[in-house]
């Protein structure tokens, strides 16, 4: 059975409510998370396969030195289905996660020294 893939319209409304930093285009739902660095870099991308890897969902990634772009799309579907938009949420999870912010004991990564910062969270 074919999976069910969005249009543009519904595709664009699920991202507003659902994930407003996630924009589609060229039709791939698409995310670019800054890092302070190379290191911060390869633990996003090492992020994003892992989560896709345990999804058998297989995003493209595009990378530089302080930047990581995701972008998402069912290739046997040939569109957007809730997969991608699954993945998409899982991911926004794990790399935007601030364990200090939580208040359960974890510190978290000091921000103010570039040293250990990787994610500029948003």
């Known amino acids: 059975m074919p999976e ?3 249009s543009e319209t519904e595709i664009s409304l699920r991202l507003a409510q659902e994930l407003p930093k996630w924009a ?5 739902i698409r ?3 800054k890092t302070n660095s190379w290191k911060g870099t390869m633990m996003v991308i090492n992020t994003v396969g892992h989560l896709a890897e ?3 969902q297989h995003p493209d ?3 530089s030195y302080a930047w990581v772009e995701v972008r998402l799309m069912t290739h046997s579907a040939k569109g ?3 997969k991608d938009f699954a993945l998409a949420a899982k991911i926004e999870d794990v790399v935007q996660w601030q364990p200090a912010k939580e208040g359960k004991g974890l510190e978290g990564t000091p921000q ?6 990787y994610v500029k969270y948003d």
């Open 54 to 56: 345990a999804a058998w």
């Open 24 to 28: 589609y285009s060229d039709g791939w």
């Open 80 to 82: 957007i289905t809730d």
């Open 112 to 117: 103010s020294d570039l040293r250990f910062a």
């Open 61 to 63: 990634i595009t990378a």
């Open 4 to 6: 069910r893939t969005y």
């Open 31 to 33: 995310r670019t998370y």
